[in-house]
């Protein structure tokens, strides 16, 4: 269990649960947006492609082990590059933003940590909605 101070000192990608609390995380965040009404539709037909679900996932842990300070490289495209022309609507952005925080809930991922998470969400809102 993490006490304040050590959570204080850690850095977001030691509180996420460094890359398999990344990974556990990723698994359990597409679970949960291929459950999503709001946004299944544009998940599940992952599951018929294993290989391209595996990649998306892979780019995913890398995207947030970097994004944390983690020693992960992404190497797939900018934020804008992967949703132009996907036309993502607000409502989709917040049922996939819930998605995340409920599952870093569900991880027992502390209060602060869900925060920063989604400050970062919100940083990135205007390189996904509405391209």
Known sequence: M??????????????????????????????????????????LPLKNTPEHLAEVKAHLCQFLGAGSGG??????RSMTEAHRGMNV???EFMAALDDILETLDRHGIDGQ???????????????IVGL
Do not use: C, F, W
């Open 2 to 43: 993490q006490t304040a101070s050590s959570i204080d000192t850690a850095s977001l990608y030691e509180r996420l649960g460094r890359a398999d609390g990344i990974a556990a995380l990723v698994d359990d965040i597409v679970e949960a947006h291929m459950r999503n009404p709001v946004i299944r539709a544009r998940y």
């Open 89 to 91: 609507s607000e409502a």
């Open 113 to 127: 940590t869900r925060k920063d998470i989604l400050a970062i969400g919100y940083a990135l809102k205007p390189e």
């Open 71 to 76: 020693p992960e490289r992404y190497a797939g």
